[in-house]
């Protein structure tokens, strides 16, 4: 099998799974005085500490949460209540999702923010929250952060940053963003943890989830141990920096975009900074369904647009925001994940190009 559906989900790094196996033989509950429990809180605020560090914020500003959809969804709420919320067209569902009334701020054709008429929607001075993702799932394109940061704190709006797909890919700080989403699984660690990372002049938020007082009565509920621990070793070994790794994923994306490119696909979005693991190939007239239907057969899983649990697949909304009319609905993202090998490339082109000839060969005329 080849896994190239990193933004889905990446392999458990051994080193999280190690760390997760030790916590889990940590017997007490966190929030317990007695010794056990005094165990466990330190492998929680040794994690704490760690993506403090790591991602530039103080241990007292980091909420640990189920997910990055939780994180997204508390800093909505406990930012966004009372004002008014404007989000990126080409937001994940978690954004979307906790923010139906949004005012949306329109992409170019390679899916970037249009900064300018960010600046134009607050220049209004109405109390806002905007929302923003640093890196997209699907076409990996990189959002001008540090510019829209400075606007929102010049025009005084609150930015909230999903950065789910950025952690571990790219260097992510908190910097002058006001909350920032991050999430375990993404950057090799196991599913089940995340984190709302706060700016001090809001870290105060008011919780979605009650309960026994934890995360200093910002998240209730018993803190999943094991999936924190994992979490802190993942963020550890994913820093962002690796300058050899980076060139090597680099490589296996050029060459699978190449391989695309000569079987008849258009790479979406490339106009744009994107993550070097991600590449987004629409194959005209070809329903991306079938496309990842017929590389699973052939042993190769990728995803067509946001990967969504029914199971169903339906026209991307962010290659729609960007301009793509029917490519919308005949794109795969392929995602490289953190333990990619060289040779990915060449079984990839192999099954690409059976895959579009299959396809192609089921959709031509009969002859009479
Ligand atoms: N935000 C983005 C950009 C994502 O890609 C995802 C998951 O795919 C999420 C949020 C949700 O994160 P989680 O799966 O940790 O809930």
């Avoid at 200093?216 to 993942?234: E, K, N, S, V, Y």
């Avoid at 993550?275 to 590389?295: E, F, H, K, S, Y």
């Avoid at 697949?313 to 290659?319: D, M, P």
Wanted: hydrophobic content about 50%.
């Amino acid at each position: 099998m080849l896994y190239l559906d990193a933004n889905a989900t990446e392999p458990l790094r051994p080193e999280a799974r190690a760390a997760m196996l030790a916590a889990a033989d940590t017997m007490g509950n966190p929030s317990s005085v007695h010794a056990a429990g005094r165990a466990a809180r330190r492998v929680l605020e040794d994690a704490r500490e760690f993506l403090a560090t790591r991602f530039g914020t103080r241990p007292a500003d980091i909420v640990f949460t189920s997910g990055g959809t939780e994180a997204d969804a508390l800093a909505i709420h406990a930012l966004g209540t009372g004002r008014r919320v404007i989000i990126g067209a080409t937001e994940h569902d978690a954004v979307r999702s906790a923010a139906p009334d949004a005012t949306i701020l329109p992409v170019d054709g390679d899916g970037v923010a249009d900064l300018q008429a960010l600046s134009k929607l607050l220049a209004d001075a109405s109390p806002t929250l905007v929302c923003l993702m640093w890196a997209n799932n699907e076409t990996g394109a990189i959002q001008p952060i540090a510019e829209a940061a400075a606007i929102c704190r010049h025009l005084g709006a609150l930015l909230h940053v999903d950065a789910v797909q950025a952690a571990g890919r790219i260097p992510v700080e908190l910097g002058s963003i006001h909350s920032l989403a991050i999430s375990s699984h993404k950057l090799g660690g196991p599913q089940g943890a995340g984190a709302l990372l706060l700016a001090p002049d809001v870290a105060g938020i008011s919780p979605m989830i009650r309960g026994g007082g934890q995360e200093r009565g910002r998240r209730g509920g018993t803190h999943a141990l094991p999936a924190i621990a994992g979490f802190a070793a993942a963020a550890q070994l994913s820093l962002g920096h690796d300058e050899d790794a980076a060139k090597g994923i680099a490589a296996i994306r050029d060459a699978i975009e190449a391989t695309a490119i000569s079987a008849g696909a258009t790479v979406c979005g490339n106009g744009a900074p994107r993550l070097l693991n991600t590449t987004c190939l629409a194959l005209p007239g070809i329903r991306a369904d079938a496309q990842v239907m017929a590389l699973d057969l052939d042993g190769i899983c990728v995803s067509a647009g946001a990967a969504c649990s029914s199971g169903k697949v339906a026209s991307s909304h962010v290659l729609t925001a960007m301009g793509l009319g029917p490519l919308a609905g005949q794109a795969i993202r392929v995602s490289l994940p953190w333990n990619v090998t060289a040779d990915a490339a060449p079984v990839f082109a192999a099954g690409y190009a059976r895959m579009a000839d299959r396809l192609r060969a089921a959709l031509a005329p009969r002859a009479a």
